[in-house]
Structure formats: C-alpha cells, structure tokens
C-alpha cells in the first residue's frame, strides 16, 4: 500500500470514529428527541427543505444544461462570456443578500426562497457543462462528422454521454450547496430545517440546533452517494475505466 493511500485510509477511518463518537454522545444525551417527540413537524420540515432544493436545482438544470450546451456550439461560443459572468453573480454576492434581493421582489415566503437558491445553483452546473462538452477529444468528433453524423446526433451520441461526469457532478456540488443554504430560508420564511437550527441557535437549545443540522448533513451525504451511483449507471464504461487509469497514474 502506498503512502498516499495509507494517509486517505488513515484520514477515513478516524473521520468514521469521530461520526461514531458524536452520534453515541448524542443518543446518550437525548440530542434527537425533538424529532422523536414531534415527528410531525420534523417530516413538514423535511418536506419544505426538499421542495426547496428540489424545486430550485430542478429549475437550475432547466436553465444551465441547456444553457452550457448553446454557448459551446461554434456560432455562439462568443456568448460564452456574457452567460458565465451573468450566472457567476450569483456565487459572487453572499447568499443571504441573494436572499434579502429575491425578497425584496417576491416578498416572505417561498417563492422567494427557490429563486433565491436557483439564482446560487446555476453557475456551478453552467460551468461544468461547459467544460465537460469543451473536454470532449476534438478527433472523435471530426470523426463522427466524417461518418456522416448530423449535429444532433454528434451532440446526444458523443458530447453528452462524455461530458456527463462532469455535467454530473455540477449538478451534485448545486444540490449539495443547496441543501445547506436551504436553512437560510428560515430568515425569510421559506421554511425548512432552518426553522429548527436558528430557534436552537435563539435559545441556546442543542436538541433544537441539532435535530435540524443533522438531518440536512445526512441529506446531504445522502445525496452525494446517490449521484456517485447514477454517475456509474449513465458514464460509459470506458470513460470510467480511462478516469481510474488516470488517477492511478
């Protein structure tokens, strides 16, 4: 075993102890029984932090797979720029003044909430589909071209299938990203398991603070394992084995 991969063993397995610990200091403690004790709030939290992310990332994919698609086509790739800076504003400005601004047009609620999460996950799936499409070996798809392939079909036979890693994981770090800005939304009235942390946060309250941290931290773990399964199931085989030989090497 190399030293490098002895370190990340090393690294794994006391992060597991460390999880470990704190869920045994945190059943001993009762840290859980808000969730035990009023499950039905819990699952109304759980159901608006969902409809939140859910909604907001699916209008982001809506908007940005598209969008990367039609800047990286050879007529439109000055276009490039102007979608990247225009979608970059919403990393650039701190998510609660994207939240103060979606409110301000919306109002409190949770309308104002998705937007205000759909304007932050639209930069990271834009950039990502750009540059999965852009990683695309320029040979192959002369080659297609030669054979007679119309656009169409070098974009969903060729582009799409190689770039989808990358696409993927826009798509996974958005949602992920999401799922942890998501309690902000308590700070305009959009809900979710926001409501939970910052009332635990008012009142100095560890059962309040963690029966809603946790379950955002598992969703979000939950998340990430889900999209490394679909990424398995829709990148070729090839390109799967090409991406393990590279970081071997």
Known sequence: MG????????VKVISYLAVLVFFIWAFANNMFYRITEQPDQFFDLLSQHLTLVGVSAGLAILTSVP??????????RKSEWLAVNIANLGQTIPSIAVLAIAMGFLGIGLQAAIVALYIYSLLPILQNTI???????????DSARGMGFTPAQILF??????????ILAGIRTAIIINIGTAALA?????????VWIFTGIQLF?????LSGAIPVTLLAVLVDFLFRALQRILVPK?????????RQN
Request: glycine share 14%; charged share 15%.
């Open 205 to 209: 309250d560890n059962t309040y603070l």
């Open 3 to 10: 030293i490098n991969k002895a370190i990340a063993l090393t």
């Open 67 to 76: 969008l990367g698609i039609i800047v990286t086509r050879k007529s439109l």
């Open 157 to 166: 036979k060729i582009e799409l299938p190689n770039a989808a890693a990358s």
């Open 131 to 141: 540059a999965g499409i852009d990683s695309v070996n320029r040979g192959v798809i």
């Open 238 to 246: 090839g390109l799967q084995l090409a991406q393990e030989a590279s």
């Open 186 to 194: 308590y700070l305009i009235g959009g809900g979710g398991f926001g």
